[in-house]
C-alpha cells in the first residue's frame, strides 16, 4: 500500500505541475483541485471501473444460479408435497382399520368370514371402499390375501383380474411384478411398486399398506394408485417440468410425471438440468428435470438491458463525482478508531498491567491516551464493598474531569470483589478525590494508592490499596497475587464457577428479554461489561451476543414447530420485537425465513 501512495503521489504531483504553467492559468490557480481529482481517478474510479465490470460479467451467472436455486426449491416442494401425501394415505389406512372394528360402522363388514359365506357383503364391502375413495379423493383398494378377494369402488376382483382388466396391464413382467409385491408388502409397514419403464413414459405407482381388520385383526392389504394425474393433485403450477421419483439408489425408477419428451428421454436428458432431493426417511430421491432454455429464458433481454442502464449509470456517477470534487475541495479530516474499541483495548492493557505487571508500550500508551500531562503522575483507587452500576462510574469519572481535571478509567477485577479506578493526575497532589468519593462509596470503604510516575509502577499503588485494605480489616483475605495455598486455590476456583453460573443463569433466564446487553447484565452483578465479555469469550468459549442469538434462535424454532402463535408474537417471545430482523436472523441460522420453516418441518 504504501509503494502504491507513493507511485499516486508522483503520478498526481506530476500531472499538476504539468498544468502549473500561465497556459492554463485556471488549472495553476487550482493546484490542490487538481490533484484531487487525479487521486479520485487513480483509487476511486479506476477501481470502481474494474469492479463494475467483473460484477457486469458476474450478474449472468448469479441470475443463473438464482433460477437454479428457485427450481431446487421446486423440487423440494414436489417432495414435501409427496411426504404429505404418504402421510394422508398412512393415516387413512390406519382409519379402514380402526373403523373395521366398529360394529356400527360400513367397514364392519370387511372381513373375509362375512363376505365368504354370504355374498351379500361384497356390497357392504365395495360400499365401504368407496366412501374411504371419495373421503380421500384417490383411488384405493381393499385386498383379502386369504380369499383372494380385491375390493374396489366399483367391483370385486381376483388379484390378476384386478391387474388385467381394472389397472389394463398386459404386460407380463408388470403383472408379476403387482401381484408379488402383495407378498411383499406383508414383511414391511409400507411398499411401493412401480410400471413405469423410464422416464417420460406412462405408468402406475401402487402404495400398498398391511393392516389388521375387524375384531380378529384379520391380514388385509390397503393400497393406493397413483398415475400420470398425480402431479396435478399436488397443484403445481410447472406442469411443463419433468417430476420423477427414484428409491435412494437410483435402481428403480417409481414414479415420472411425463411431461417433457416423453418421446425421447435420451434428448430430455442432454438438452437439461437435473435437482435432486434426497428424502433419507423413506428412502426415495425427487428429481426435477429442467430444459435449459427454461433456466436462460429471457434472461438475455435482462441482462442487455442492464448493460445499458449501467454505462448511463456509470456516466452519472461520473458526472457526480466529479461535481463533488470542485465543489468541496476542502481537505476531509478522517477519523478512523472507534471509541469504545479503544477505551476496550485501554481496559486491557490497565488489567494486564494492574495483575501481571505486563508493560504498556509506550507509543501504544500515547495513542490511548494513557501519557499523563507534564509533570504528572498516576494513582490507583480501590472501591471495596459496593457495586456500582456503569452509569455510577461514567458520572463520577466525569466529575474527576470536569472538578479536578484528571482522566480516570475504571474497570473491575472478575472474581474479586472490588473495582479499580486508575487516573492520571496533573500533579502529585490528590487533594478533592476523597472528598468526591465519601459521599458515592456509602456502605463500602475505599483505598487510594500512593501517586507513580511511571505507568508501569500502577501495579505498586494498586498493590498497596491491597495491602492498607488488609491492615483495616484483618479477615480480608484480598492480594494481588494467586492464591497460595491448596485451600485458598480451590476456593477461588468454587468462587469464579460460582460466579460463571450465576451470570449465565441470570442470562438463560433473561435472554428473551428485549433490553437484555451487557450493560444490564454488568449493572446487576455490578461487574464492568468488559468483564462479562471475558465470562463468556474465555469461561464459556462463545461471545455474548452470539450465546444470546443461539438462545432465541432455539426458542423461535421450538414455538414455530409446537404451537400456531404467529411470526410476530414469536419475536416478541424471543426478546426480538423487530419482525423483519428476527426474519433475517432466523434466515441466517436456519436457511429459509420463519413461514416456510414452519410449512415445511411442521408435524
Known amino acids: 500500500m504504501k509503494i502504491l501512495a507513493s507511485i499516486a503521489g508522483r503520478f498526481t504531483c506530476t500531472g499538476a505541475e504539468a498544468l502549473n504553467n500561465s497556459t492554463f492559468p485556471f488549472f495553476s490557480n487550482r493546484r490542490y483541485l487538481m490533484r484531487l481529482a487525479l487521486t479520485a481517478v487513480v483509487f476511486i474510479i479506476t477501481p470502481l471501473i474494474a469492479w463494475f465490470s467483473i460484477v457486469f460479467y458476474q450478474s449472468y451467472n448469479e441470475i443463473i444460479n438464482a433460477r437454479e436455486d428457485y427450481y431446487l426449491e421446486i423440487t423440494r416442494s414436489f417432495g414435501v408435497s409427496f411426504q404429505r401425501e404418504i402421510a394422508e394415505k398412512l393415516a387413512t389406512a390406519i382409519q379402514i382399520s380402526v373403523d373395521s372394528r366398529d360394529s356400527r360402522n360400513d367397514s364392519f363388514a370387511l372381513s373375509s368370514a362375512l363376505f365368504s359365506q354370504n355374498a351379500y357383503y361384497y356390497t357392504e364391502c365395495i360400499r365401504a371402499v368407496a366412501q374411504y375413495s371419495k373421503l380421500t379423493r384417490s383411488r384405493l383398494g381393499i385386498y383379502f390375501p386369504s380369499e383372494d378377494s380385491l375390493f374396489t369402488d366399483t367391483y370385486k376382483f381376483s388379484a390378476d ?6 389397472l389394463n396391464i398386459m404386460d407380463s413382467e408388470a403383472a ?5 409385491s402383495f407378498i411383499k408388502a406383508h414383511e414391511q ?5 412401480s410400471t413405469y419403464p423410464e422416464m417420460g413414459s406412462e405408468g402406475i405407482l401402487l402404495l400398498v399398506i398391511p393392516i389388521r381388520l375387524g375384531l380378529q385383526r384379520e391380514s388385509a392389504l390397503v393400497f393406493f394408485i397413483f398415475n400420470d394425474s398425480f402431479i396435478d393433485s399436488l397443484y403445481f403450477s410447472e406442469k411443463s417440468l419433468e417430476f420423477c421419483i ?3 439408489h437410483y435402481n428403480e425408477l417409481l414414479y415420472s410425471s411425463g411431461v417433457y419428451f416423453p418421446e425421447n428421454p435420451h434428448q430430455m436428458l442432454a438438452g437439461s438440468r437435473t435437482f435432486i432431493i434426497e428424502d433419507g426417511a423413506m428412502g426415495l430421491t425427487y428429481t426435477t428435470i429442467v430444459p435449459f432454455d427454461r433456466i436462460t429464458s429471457s434472461l438475455n433481454n435482462f441482462f442487455e438491458a442492464m448493460k445499458n442502464i449501467g454505462i448511463i449509470a456509470f456516466i452519472a456517477l461520473i458526472f457526480i463525482i466529479a461535481s ?26 490497565l488489567l494486564g498491567q494492574l495483575l501481571y505487571g505486563i508493560p504498556i508500550p509506550r507509543n501504544e500508551a500515547e495513542q490511548l491516551g494513557l501519557a499523563p500531562p507534564q509533570g504528572g503522575c498516576f494513582c490507583v483507587i480501590v472501591l471495596f464493598g459496593i457495586q456500582l452500576s456503569i452509569d455510577d462510574l461514567t458520572n463520577l469519572r466525569s466529575v474527576f474531569s470536569s472538578n479536578l481535571g484528571v482522566t480516570s478509567y475504571s474497570t473491575d477485577i472478575l472474581y474479586r470483589d472490588h473495582t479499580v479506578i486508575v487516573c492520571l493526575l496533573p500533579s502529585s497532589e490528590m487533594t478533592g478525590i476523597k472528598e468526591y468519593l465519601e459521599p458515592v462509596i456509602g456502605e463500602g470503604h475505599f483505598e487510594i494508592g500512593p501517586a507513580v510516575n511511571q505507568l508501569i509502577n500502577i501495579k505498586d499503588s494498586y498493590e498497596a490499596c491491597l495491602k492498607q485494605d488488609t491492615e483495616m480489616n484483618s479477615s480480608a483475605k ?26 449465565l443463569k441470570f442470562v438463560e433466564d433473561q435472554f428473551n428479554n428485549p433490553q437484555l446487553g451487557l450493560k444490564l447484565v454488568a449493572d446487576h452483578f455490578g461487574i464492568s461489561i468488559y468483564s462479562v465479555s471475558r465470562v463468556f469469550n474465555n469461561e464459556i468459549g462463545v461471545g455474548f451476543s452470539e450465546f444470546i442469538t443461539a438462545k432465541r434462535m432455539a426458542l423461535a424454532q421450538s414455538l414455530l414447530l409446537s404451537t400456531e402463535k404467529g411470526i410476530v408474537e414469536i419475536a416478541s417471545a424471543v426478546g426480538m420485537p423487530n419482525v423483519n430482523y428476527f426474519s433475517r436472523l ?14 415445511e418441518w411442521q408435524p
Open 246 to 248: 427414484f428409491d435412494s
Open 324 to 349: 463533488m470534487i470542485y465543489i468541496n475541495y476542502k481537505p476531509i479530516e478522517k477519523y478512523t478508531n472507534e471509541m469504545s474499541k479503544r477505551e476496550q483495548l485501554t481496559m486491557d492493557l
Open 478 to 503: 484480598l492480594s494481588a497475587d494467586l492464591p497460595r495455598s491448596k485451600l485458598e486455590k480451590d476456593h477461588a476456583n468454587q468462587y469464579a464457577q460460582d460466579f460463571r453460573d450465576k451470570i
Open 176 to 180: 408379476t411384478k403387482i401381484k408379488n
Open 586 to 599: 432466523f434466515k441466517s441460522f436456519y436457511g429459509t425465513i420463519p413461514t416456510k420453516y414452519r410449512n
Open 161 to 166: 383380474s384386478f391387474i388385467a382388466n381394472y
Open 189 to 193: 409397514s409400507l411398499y411401493f411398486v
